[in-house]
């Protein structure tokens, strides 16, 4: 009787545990789903580079995309190509694709776009 009771104390002190682990899979799962849209759908920044050409702002735009090699514009040209959000971006905009000079990709995923 003894072993019995004690086996349905920890079965009751155990089950919430249980559930925890399924309400902590199902948050992953959502927190999974949310990172794949917003790799889907990435958020874009706009940084137009004449702005940032001053002597105390040469830091904030990289060297790479303020005297842009051929492979970093055509690199920015297939971004734009492959990821309809960049081209909805410059649309809205009014900003031609051919005056940007790269895309790059953010720490939190989102693209930034160095236009001329």
Known sequence: MKKIV????????LAPLGAGLATGTAYAQKAQTARQ????????????IRDYIGPDDFQQVPRTYRYP???????????????????????????????????????NGGKIVYVR
């Open 69 to 107: 090699s051929a492979q970093t514009y055509a690199k920015g040209q297939e971004e734009i190509r492959n990821t309809p959000n960049i081209r909805a971006a410059l649309q809205r905009r009014g900003i031609p694709a051919r005056n940007v000079a790269g895309v790059q990709t953010a720490f």
């Open 6 to 13: 004690t086996l349905v104390l920890a079965a009751a002190l």
């Open 37 to 48: 849209a917003a790799n889907t759908n990435p958020r874009v920044t706009v940084i137009i």
